[in-house]
């Protein structure tokens, strides 16, 4: 089974701040995830990656297969950026996706 | 962008009834649709796999004759807890897959199941 870790768990930063999350998960998959959960719960699917990096917006995601590691970036960070912010791996074989516990993000004005 | 709809959005029900839970993709396709279960600050946790036309799939440790799942057509997957206990009070949310070149889960807005 895939164990798939976050962090930070927690995270407040200042209005503009450059901001990292990081994603590491235990076994190959085929695909990696970055959601974005805010409080009423809906779901928004951010990136999808199964090599290298995409970027959207102010949002980039970049993966490395070989350290099966996976970061979220966003620059010039906002308060409307204040979410959940959740890694989910698709594994070899599995339809299904293992999720992270994921990061909360607050943004201070 | 896909959208998938949940209905409803939030039940409350008496302990002992069933509660039926719609997952719609509106503008494609989906052969196959997730159901997932959120606990209050937890991560979500896969309960099964939907195929369009045949039996669903269920994790382990998910009771498959109080989870029922169909899904009966390309765009839509129904799933029905029956005799809910206030255990089963949870967040549960559905995907649908878009295969091809695009290919990604989309997620609909979840639902919010509370048992009394």
């Known amino acids: 089974k895939n164990e798939v870790e976050q962090s930070p768990q927690n995270l407040t930063a200042q209005e503009g701040e450059f901001i990292t999350i990081n994603c590491s998960y235990s076994?190959?998959?085929?695909?990696l995830h970055w959601l974005q959960q805010h409080p009423g719960g809906g779901i928004v699917s951010l990136f999808m990656?199964?090599?290298g990096k995409k970027k959207h917006g102010r949002l980039i995601a970049t993966i490395n297969i070989q350290e099966k590691h996976s970061s979220l970036h966003i620059t010039a960070s906002h308060p409307r950026d204040s979410a959940v912010y959740i890694c989910?791996?698709?594994?070899?074989?599995?339809?299904?996706?293992?999720f992270g516990k994921g990061t909360h993000l607050i943004i201070q004005p | 962008g896909a959208v998938v709809s949940q209905h409803p959005s939030w039940v409350i029900c008496k302990s002992g009834t069933s509660v039926k839970i719609e997952c719609r993709s509106l503008?494609?396709?989906?052969?196959?649709m997730f159901w997932y279960r959120q606990f209050p600050k937890q991560s979500l946790m896969l309960m099964a796999t939907?195929?369009?036309?045949?039996?669903?799939?269920?994790e382990q440790g998910v009771e498959k004759d109080k989870f029922l799942i169909n899904h009966a057509s390309l765009t839509l997957s129904t799933l029905t807890v029956t005799s809910a206990h206030p255990e089963d009070s949870s967040f549960y949310i559905c995907?649908?897959?878009?295969?091809?070149?695009?290919?990604?889960?989309?997620f609909g807005p979840g639902t919010r199941l509370l048992v009394l």
């Open positions: 995907s649908a897959h878009l295969g091809g070149v695009r290919e990604t889960q989309y």
């Open positions: 076994v190959g998959i085929s695909a």
């Open positions: 990656l199964s090599s």
């Open positions: 989910a791996v698709r594994s070899f074989g599995a339809d299904g996706l293992t």
């Open positions: 503008d494609f396709q989906a052969t196959t």
């Open positions: 939907s195929n369009e036309g045949s039996k669903a799939t269920y």
